[in-house]
């Protein structure tokens, strides 16, 4: 039989001729581009020490930098940035408002800051993304707010193909923006619960609601076709998708879960950990995970749990507001004056392997915060440094509440 030719003409020569020479050729090529790329996707340093908390001007939301007083603060190593998807795009999916998010980014560039950004979608989803084609479905929340006597609003269901699509599209916009800008630092993950924290529902109401949506789904909605056996059958998968999408996207910044049941009882702890576990195991280093409600507890404090993922948390509130609030029970009598509780705090979230921990601005202004502060940073870098401490039997911090 012929065998084939590479070209025509004078130059055409049999491919037995030139596969080896040709193949060995194309391997090397393939190496050196796959060298490329993995150096290229070089997972960004973990976050580390102290991030300031920020908070929308009252009215307004707006965060301006500029005027931060912590902006040239030595001790102070970034700013966590909160946003909902509606305030990026509150129209449509083809305008975005980037504005308030590129005036902070560059204000820290600027100063030697760096700074995480986290859009939540969930309550904060934009009308638009159930309005238009394809449809997603709109859950409302039987859950009632306290001060207003109406629902807390309304989310997606995240096993909702079409609303994976559409939110896959944003976070593709949100990470062509910001990913290769070495001042984001992190970045924690929603899209996959109510805001941040990992809670899908408070109520057995809306967990009934919603293992019943799983299991019956409702016609008209394309992205809605599965039977689910149960809720949980649903979430998680899901979870697992919008998680590999955020990898997808930010290839080199870390990327964190903010831990907290998703559905009341145990087994939303058990699905949190199934999905916290799957993050960790199928990204290393990549994947980490935080808790937004860190306790002061008094001395002694134990040796740091250090981890080889991204790890940090953030102070339940302001220890300067509500001191007693602010250390597990019981609370110390007579109640140590400030800057005790903070540092009691921090050296907690030490104690639990945190490589940084989020605090509230007026915990860290005071004159007398910054030598605790030198301190406190200073282990919070050396727990990303250190050797990692070998797993043993597992030690979660107790009596841990949310705050959104």
Same mark, same amino acid.
């Given at each position: 039989?012929?065998?084939?030719?590479?070209?025509?003409?004078?130059?055409?020569?049999?491919?037995?001729?030139?596969?080896?020479?040709?193949?060995?050729?194309?391997?090397?090529?393939?190496?050196?581009?796959?060298?490329?790329?993995?150096?290229?996707?070089?997972?960004?340093?973990?976050? #580390?020490?102290?991030?300031?908390?920020?908070?929308?001007?009252?009215?307004? +939301?707006?965060?301006?930098?500029?005027?931060?007083?912590?902006?040239?603060?030595?001790?102070?190593? +970034?700013?966590r940035y909160k946003?909902?998807?509606?305030?990026?795009?509150?129209?449509?999916?083809?305008?975005?408002?980037?504005?308030? =998010?590129?005036?902070? /980014?560059? @204000?820290?560039?600027?100063?030697?800051?760096?700074?995480?950004?986290?859009?939540?979608?969930?309550?904060?989803?934009?009308?638009?993304?159930?309005?238009?084609? %394809?449809?997603?479905?709109?859950?409302?929340? !039987?859950?009632?707010?306290?001060? #207003?006597? !109406?629902?807390?609003?309304?989310?997606?269901?995240?096993?909702?193909?079409?609303?994976?699509?559409?939110?896959?599209?944003?976070?593709?916009?949100?990470?062509?923006?910001?990913?290769?800008?070495?001042? !984001?630092?992190?970045?924690?993950?929603?899209?996959?619960? &109510?805001?941040? $924290?990992?809670?899908?529902?408070? @109520?057995?109401?809306?967990?009934?609601?919603?293992?019943?949506?799983?299991?019956?789904?409702?016609?008209?909605?394309?992205?809605?076709?599965?039977?689910?056996?149960?809720?949980?059958?649903?979430?998680?998968?899901?979870?697992?998708? /919008?998680?590999? #999408?955020?990898?997808?996207?930010?290839?080199?910044?870390?990327?964190?879960?903010?831990?907290?049941?998703?559905?009341?009882?145990? =087994?939303?702890?058990?699905?949190? $950990?199934?999905?916290?576990?799957? +993050?960790?195991? @199928?990204? %290393?280093?990549?994947?980490?995970?935080?808790?937004?409600?860190?306790?002061?507890?008094?001395?002694?404090?134990?040796?740091?749990?250090?981890?080889?993922? %991204?790890?940090?948390?953030?102070?339940?509130?302001?220890?300067?507001?509500?001191?007693?609030?602010?250390?597990?029970?019981?609370?110390?009598?007579?109640?140590? %004056?400030?800057?005790?509780?903070?540092?009691?705090a921090l050296e907690? +979230?030490?104690? !639990?392997?945190?490589?940084?921990? &989020?605090?509230?601005?007026?915990?860290?202004?005071?004159? &007398?915060?910054?030598?605790?502060?030198?301190?406190?940073?200073?282990?919070? =870098?050396e727990n990303a440094?250190?050797?990692?401490?070998?797993?043993?039997?597992?030690?979660?911090?107790?009596?841990?509440?949310?705050?959104?």
């Open positions: 039989m012929e065998s084939a030719t590479l070209f025509n003409g004078p130059f055409a020569r049999s491919a037995r001729q030139v596969s080896g020479s040709l193949l060995a050729a194309l391997f090397f090529a393939f190496a050196l581009l796959a060298s490329g790329a993995t150096a290229s996707a070089a997972l960004k340093p973990v976050p #580390t020490g102290i991030y300031d908390l920020l908070f929308g001007a009252p009215g307004t +939301g707006k965060i301006d930098l500029t005027t931060n007083p912590l902006i040239d603060n030595p001790n102070v190593d +970034g700013f946003i909902g998807w509606a305030k990026i795009q509150p129209d449509d999916a083809a305008t975005f408002n980037w504005d308030s =998010i590129d005036a902070a /980014i560059a @204000t820290a560039a600027a100063h030697g800051k760096k700074l995480c950004i986290s859009i939540a979608s969930g309550l904060t989803t934009p009308d638009w993304v159930f309005t238009t084609a %394809p449809l997603v479905y709109k859950y409302n929340m !039987l859950e009632i707010d306290p001060n #207003t006597g !109406l629902s807390i609003g309304s989310q997606p269901l995240p096993w909702d193909k079409a609303y994976q699509k559409k939110l896959s599209t944003f976070l593709g916009a949100f990470a062509a923006r910001y990913e290769n800008n070495p001042t !984001l630092s992190y970045v924690v993950m929603g899209g996959f619960m &109510e805001v941040f $924290n990992m809670t899908m529902c408070s @109520t057995t109401d809306d967990y009934d609601a919603m293992n019943a949506l799983a299991q019956h789904p409702p016609a008209g909605y394309t992205g809605l076709t599965t039977a689910y056996t149960d809720v949980s059958a649903a979430y998680i998968p899901a979870a697992q998708t /919008i998680i590999s #999408t955020y990898v997808a996207k930010f290839p080199t910044t870390p990327l964190l879960l903010t831990l907290y049941r998703v559905f009341p009882g145990d =087994i939303g702890l058990t699905d949190q $950990n199934a999905v916290d576990d799957w +993050g960790k195991a @199928t990204y %290393p280093g990549h994947v980490g995970s935080m808790v937004s409600a860190l306790y002061a507890t008094l001395p002694p404090h134990g040796d740091p749990q250090k981890v080889a993922y %991204p790890k940090g948390f953030q102070l339940v509130c302001a220890a300067v507001d509500d001191p007693a609030r602010l250390y597990l029970d019981p609370d110390p009598v007579p109640m140590p %004056p400030n800057p005790t509780p903070l540092q009691d907690h +979230g030490v104690t !639990l392997g945190a490589q940084y921990i &989020e605090v509230y601005q007026q915990d860290l202004v005071p004159d &007398e915060s910054q030598p605790v502060m030198v301190v406190e940073r200073l282990k919070l =870098i440094n250190g050797e990692i401490t070998p797993p043993g039997p597992p030690n979660p911090p107790q009596n841990l509440r949310v705050v959104q």
